[in-house]
């Protein structure tokens, strides 16, 4: 092929293939690169790989083992002419970073098959996609956990009151929680799912925890004035004579129970409603996660009786439209934990 036709081809790849996403290679016969489009240069994180260079001079340089089924692409391409050879592939840039290529490589024909081009290579980062999927697939692994606790919570349950209920109602409810926090342990450890998954993310802490106070401050100002509107003009109601605020209904299992809000809001939130934000077609109405997780929460209630599940899966579907906002849970253990000692100094509860 001489210089003016490969100036020529050259020139006609660069126009249509400039602005393209996928990283492109064109290696011609000698083994040189004819042409790297600028997306293989930000794909690949270096401009090593340039018009010019021996492919065979780049291999080599390339220490790192892990590349060498990206570079195997090639070879393949050249000494299985008539096939294309498509797949999945691990890549690691210079900067140590590991990315999933999805790879395509060929060598190009005339359209007579009787002159031979060169391998053309295409690629594109498939990273986010691939991390993706194998959170969804170990989400899956967390909920059918999660059913599995549910399933034999009913039958502790049901053990619990045919014995007579010998323990308190929240020693049985700080079971259910533990064995819950056991399980994402294991998911911790042996799933790609991580802390900022489960709602134990940081960011933006301080905003989050100045804006839930606000909020909870506000809820307990309202509670107060609606209980001094009843004692004043609807006494058949609350008992004007009847201290109050009832302080003395305060007691160690409500110090306990600081505790016991950030599990619940952990189990909840960041468990419950955060995989089925990831595992739930796209197509879904958001609310339904929130709806789910919370008549979770109220479920694991059951053991308090009808009225209190349903207050609590009201109260959770709240908080579970903040989560989705703030995509933390520390925020959320603010007013849960407040307002929870609210309703027994207030409302005798």
Known sequence: MNTESVNTERLAIQRITRDISDGLLYIDNSGTVLYVNPSAVRILGSDALAEGVKYAEYMAADENSANDGFHQYILDSIYDKGTSHTGTVTYTRPDG???WFSISASYAFSEDGSRKFGVILQFSDITELHE????????????????AIT?????????????????PSSALTMIIEVIGVISTAFALRYTSITWKDFGLGTENLKKVLVDDTILTLCIIALMIVIKWILRHFFPNIVNPAEPFFHWDRLDAKDLIYIVTVVLQEFLTRGVVQGSLDRV??????????IIISSLFFGALHLHKGLVFM??????????GVIYRKQK??????????FLSWSLVVIWGM
């Not at 697939?137 to 059913?147: I, R, Y």
């Not at 399933?151 to 323990?167: D, H, L, Q, R, S």
């Not at 077609?281 to 958001?286: L, N």
Request: glycine residues 4%; contains cysteine.
């Open 151 to 167: 399933a034999v919570w009913n039958y502790v349950y049901m053990i619990w009151k045919v014995t007579g209920e010998p323990i």
């Open 132 to 147: 993706t999927r194998i959170k969804r697939e170990d989400t899956v692994k967390v909920l059918v956990d999660l059913l």
């Open 310 to 319: 349903v207050g609590a899966a009201v109260l959770l579907s709240f908080f």
């Open 280 to 289: 739930l077609p796209e197509h879904y109405p958001p609310a339904i996660s």
């Open 328 to 337: 933390t849970i520390w925020g959320l253990c603010i007013p849960h934990l």
């Open 97 to 99: 970073s590991i990315r």
